[in-house]
Nanobody, 117 residues
Framework: QVQLVESGGGLVQPGGSLRLSCAASGFTFSSYPMSWYRQAPGKERELVADISVAGRRTNYRDSVKGRFTVSRDNDKNTVFLEMNSLKLEDTAVYYC??????????WGQGTQVTVSS
C-alpha cells in the first residue's frame, strides 16, 4: 500500500537549518507531484511547497520563499524540503502529501520541527 515516511525534523535555534525527507513507496512516485504541508498547534494545516513530477516547477507559500527549497529524487522515491534561516513561526509538524487516488490523497505521519532559542 501507499506509504510516506517523513524524517529529519528536530529542535533548532532561530536562523538554523534542517533538511526534511519523505520516502515514498507503494505507488509510482515519479508520476505524481508532491507537496509539503505543515500544521502548527491550534492552526489549520497549510501548504508550504510543492514540486512537479520532474522537479522542474516548484511553488512556495510567501512566508518561506527564499528560505525553503523543495526537491525530489525520482530514482530514490524521495522528496526533500531544505529549510534555512528558520524562524520561530516555522515551528510545526511537517507532512508530505501525494495526490494519489482517493478523497484525501496520501499523507505521511509527519515530523516535528521546533524552532526555539
Amino acid at each position: 500500500q501507499v506509504q510516506l515516511v517523513e524524517s529529519g525534523g528536530g529542535l533548532v535555534q532561530p536562523g538554523g537549518s534542517l533538511r526534511l525527507s519523505c520516502a515514498a513507496s507503494g505507488f509510482t512516485f515519479s508520476s505524481y507531484p508532491m507537496s509539503w504541508y505543515r500544521q502548527a498547534p491550534g492552526k489549520e494545516r497549510e501548504l508550504v511547497a510543492d514540486i512537479s513530477v520532474a522537479g522542474r516547477r516548484t511553488n512556495y507559500r510567501d512566508s518561506v520563499k527564499g528560505r525553503f527549497t523543495v526537491s525530489r529524487d525520482n530514482d530514490k522515491n524521495t522528496v526533500f524540503l531544505e529549510m534555512n534561516s528558520l524562524k520561530l513561526e516555522d515551528t510545526a509538524v511537517y507532512y508530505c502529501k501525494a495526490p494519489t487516488p482517493g478523497p484525501y490523497g496520501s499523507w505521511g505521519q509527519g515530523t516535528q520541527v521546533t524552532v526555539s532559542s
